[in-house]
């Protein structure tokens, strides 16, 4: 089946710390992969996206690459800042048919001064 | 502005009754979605719907309703059937069509039941 592995939180940084969390998948086909944010109370928004192999996507200094080859999606930031304090979502889309969303479990970011 | 609105933000609810909750786009999407988030489970889908009048179950539709009379809203019925409604339920919607994997999301009701 389809799905999406994340790795577990909540991971702790201060300020200006380099981010990484890690995201694989298992898909039949070729998937979309997404990084979502989620802000206390609010809900999901989209962070980036990727739809094929290699493509990079990137928004507010976040990046993620498309790995085929290791089936992964790693989010990364170079210096994070208190404002990033959040729970990240991976999510995957298969391209064909209903294109269902499938979530990872989520990973919380907390960020101190 | 265009958007998804999830009414109500909180809700209290005693055992056995049937509550409603309500969802509204204004974006014009054809396809809508009701999600559950747990802590520490992620999001699992309920219900889905890609035109009016049409819907389908997803991965935990036990217990949930849904109807889809027009395309701005599909709202979600919480019946007594569910045996642990409370939870957090996000209402999603996105266009149809290749490549267009994009979800808005509401910003979510709170489910309590006492």
């Known amino acids: 089946g389809n799905s999406v592995t994340q790795m577990e939180g909540p991971v702790t940084l201060s300020e200006e710390a380099f981010l990484t969390i890690n995201c694989t998948y298992t898909a039949t086909g070729y998937p979309s992969l997404f990084w979502y944010v989620q802000y206390p109370g609010e809900g999901l928004q989209l962070l980036l996206k990727?739809?094929?192999?290699?493509d990079k996507g990137s928004n507010k200094g976040f990046e993620a690459t498309y790995r085929k080859e290791t089936t992964s999606f790693h989010l990364e930031k170079g210096s994070v800042q208190v404002s990033d304090s959040a729970v990240y979502f991976c999510?995957?889309?298969?391209?064909?048919?209903?294109?269902?969303?499938?979530f990872g479990t989520g990973t919380r970011l907390l960020v101190s001064p | 502005d265009g958007g998804i609105t999830q009414s109500p933000k909180y809700l209290f609810r005693k055992e056995g009754q049937n509550v409603t909750l309500s969802c509204e786009q204004n974006?014009?999407?054809?396809?809508m979605y009701w999600y559950r988030q747990d802590p520490g489970q992620g999001l699992r889908l309920i219900y889905y719907?890609?035109?009016?009048?049409?819907?389908q179950k997803g991965d935990i539709a036990e217990g949930y309703s849904v109807s889809r009379e027009k395309k701005e809203s599909f709202p979600l019925t919480v019946t007594s059937a569910q045996k642990n409604p409370t939870a957090f339920y996000l209402c999603?919607?996105?266009?149809?069509?290749?490549?267009?994997?994009?979800?808005?999301f509401g910003e979510g009701s709170r489910l309590t039941v006492l």
């Open positions: 974006l014009n999407h054809d396809a």
């Open positions: 999510a995957l889309s298969l391209n064909t048919g209903f294109q269902k969303l499938v």
């Open positions: 719907s890609q035109i009016v009048n049409d819907f």
């Open positions: 990727a739809t094929k192999a290699d």
């Open positions: 999603a919607s996105r266009l149809q069509g290749p490549n267009t994997g994009e979800l808005f």
